[in-house]
């Protein structure tokens, strides 16, 4: 069976739980969650990095950093996981839904541009497979409209954009937050947990009482205010230790986890190459200004009826491909309050987009297997033998 994800070790982590329960403390912020922080913040120039429980934490921190009230509009793409639309809906946001491009998952700066309203707020940005977003095109909307953007970087770690001064910059470090996931489907794992990068000073102090269920708990443990309490909203946005344990376990071996990757990324493109050429499919697109930091390897069908075949196809060899987002804007939860409309090329996505099976312990035999698969499969598709 080749499932479509399966979580990996890879180092230390049973080993720094172990520490960490040895310690006497498995509450948050202690030394691993330190040594995190501070491991992404040289490794990528972030400037302030906050550990959280997960992604969606990291963005709902977002939302009440950026102030979001009642009747406050945020852009968001259409073609994206609930999580950075619901973040925002909290706060009691109205969601404008933006669409992708037509030649990748990404949100148009153009779409962006045109939903722009006198009650925008917020841009959030979601890097799709760890491939930047045109950060140059929505960073000038934010600035001329005095906007917030949040970057869903929750697939992006380790991943760049280069600006057209030839300035190459992590996701996440570019818009004034940009939240990351761990969770057992990413990259870098620790089963669920996540972290808010925080680029703009001004928020620094905030984020970390929001963080602490909103007491100045963290600047009473620098001896900065001789008691703690309540002086703002908040909630328990802070992983254990436990977690902070298994995430640095990993993050030691983030170049050999990167570089493994991009080994099953290549060896995927390079064996679907010739179906693509042929009008079969469509491989991704890494634009000029994105790295691939090779969170996922999808393919794009022709049709919503051929990408079913081809699961089931799949699913009789027991390989497991999967689907990604349903279009936010034709969810149940959306349709309540909402009319339906077509986002034509999130729905192109939603209906042909296809995820192959991709994680660290996936080898060469596996891959080529799923190739050969796919390949027969068109091949009985097209009648040539
Ligand atoms: C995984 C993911 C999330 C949610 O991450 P969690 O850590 O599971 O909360 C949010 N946005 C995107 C784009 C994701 O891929």
Same mark, same amino acid.
């Given at each position: 069976?080749?499932?479509?994800?399966?979580?990996?070790?890879?180092?230390?982590?049973?080993?720094?739980?172990?520490?960490?329960?040895?310690?006497?403390?498995?509450? &948050?912020?202690?030394?691993?969650?330190?040594?995190?922080?501070?491991?992404?913040?040289?490794?990528?120039?972030?400037?302030?990095?906050?550990?959280?429980?997960?992604?969606?934490?990291?963005?709902?921190?977002?939302?009440?950093?950026?102030?979001?009230?009642?009747?406050?509009?945020?852009?968001?793409?259409?073609?994206?996981?609930?999580?950075?639309?619901?973040?925002?809906?909290?706060?009691?946001?109205?969601?404008?839904?933006?669409?992708?491009?037509?030649?990748?998952?990404?949100?148009?700066?153009?779409?962006?541009?045109?939903?722009?309203?006198?009650?925008?707020?917020?841009?959030?940005?979601?890097? *799709?497979?760890?491939?930047?977003?045109?950060?140059?095109?929505?960073?000038?909307?934010?600035?001329?409209?005095?906007?917030?953007?949040?970057?869903?970087?929750?697939?992006?770690?380790?991943?760049? *954009?280069?600006?057209?001064?030839?300035?190459?910059?992590?996701?996440?470090?570019? &818009?004034?937050?940009?939240?990351?996931?761990?969770?057992?489907?990413?990259?870098?794992?620790?089963?669920?947990?996540?972290?808010?990068?925080?680029?703009?000073? +001004?928020?620094?102090?905030?984020?970390?009482? %929001? +963080?602490?269920? &909103?007491?100045?708990?963290?600047?009473?443990? +620098?001896?900065?205010?001789?008691?703690? &309490?309540?002086?703002?909203?908040?909630?328990?946005?802070?992983?254990?230790?436990?977690?902070?344990?298994?995430?640095?376990?990993?993050?030691?071996?983030?170049?050999?986890?990167?570089?493994?990757?991009?080994?099953?990324?290549?060896?995927?493109?390079?064996?679907?190459?010739?179906?693509?050429?042929?009008?079969?499919?469509?491989?991704?697109?890494?634009?000029?200004?994105?790295?691939?930091?090779?969170?996922?390897? *999808?393919?794009?069908?022709?049709?919503?009826?051929?990408?079913?075949?081809?699961?089931?196809?799949?699913?009789?060899?027991?390989?497991?491909?999967?689907?990604? *987002?349903?279009?936010?804007?034709?969810?149940?939860?959306?349709?309540?309050?909402?009319?339906?409309?077509? %986002?034509?090329?999130?729905?192109?996505?939603?209906?042909?987009?296809?995820?192959?099976?991709?994680?660290?312990?996936?080898?060469?035999?596996?891959?080529?297997?799923?190739?050969?698969?796919?390949?027969?499969?068109?091949?009985?598709?097209?009648?040539?033998?």
């Amino acid at each position: 069976m080749i499932p479509f994800n399966k979580p990996f070790i890879i180092g230390k982590e049973l080993k720094y739980i172990e520490e960490a329960v040895k310690s006497g403390k498995i509450s &948050g912020d202690g030394i691993f969650t330190k040594k995190c922080q501070e491991f992404f913040q040289n490794r990528y120039s972030f400037s302030k990095v906050l550990l959280t429980t997960s992604c969606t934490d990291a963005l709902e921190m977002a939302a009440i950093l950026c102030d979001i009230k009642e009747g406050d509009e945020v852009i968001v793409p259409s073609y994206t996981f609930v999580s950075s639309a619901n973040a925002f809906a909290l706060r009691g946001a109205k969601l404008v839904f933006a669409d992708s491009c037509s030649d990748n998952p990404n949100v148009d700066p153009e779409e962006i541009d045109r939903l722009i309203t006198d009650k925008t707020k917020v841009i959030v940005p979601v890097h *799709y497979a760890g491939v930047a977003c045109d950060m140059e095109a929505i960073m000038s909307l934010a600035e001329k409209y005095n906007l917030f953007v949040v970057e869903d970087a929750a697939q992006a770690i380790d991943s760049y *954009y280069t600006f057209s001064d030839g300035t190459k910059k992590a996701l996440g470090s570019i &818009g004034h937050f940009g939240s990351f996931s761990f969770h057992e489907t990413k990259n870098i794992i620790a089963g669920e947990g996540g972290m808010l990068v925080i680029n703009d000073e +001004r928020f620094f102090e905030r984020a970390e009482i %929001i +963080r602490e269920k &909103g007491t100045n708990r963290s600047a009473f443990f +620098r001896g900065e205010v001789n008691k703690y &309490g309540w002086v703002d909203i908040g909630s328990s946005f802070l992983p254990s230790e436990i977690i902070s344990a298994f995430l640095y376990g990993q993050l030691e071996h983030l170049e050999e986890i990167q570089a493994r990757r991009i080994a099953i990324w290549d060896r995927y493109y390079d064996g679907l190459k010739y179906l693509a050429e042929e009008g079969f499919l469509q491989l991704p697109l890494i634009p000029d200004y994105a790295s691939n930091n090779a969170h996922m390897f *999808y393919m794009v069908c022709r049709s919503y009826e051929e990408r079913t075949a081809l699961i089931q196809f799949m699913k009789e060899q027991d390989i497991h491909p999967v689907f990604h *987002y349903l279009s936010l804007n034709k969810s149940d939860y959306f349709l309540k309050d909402n009319m339906e409309v077509d %986002i034509i090329n999130s729905d192109y996505f939603t209906d042909c987009l296809l995820r192959l099976p991709f994680y660290y312990d996936l080898n060469e035999e596996q891959i080529d297997k799923i190739v050969n698969e796919i390949k027969e499969f068109y091949k009985i598709e097209s009648n040539f033998s």
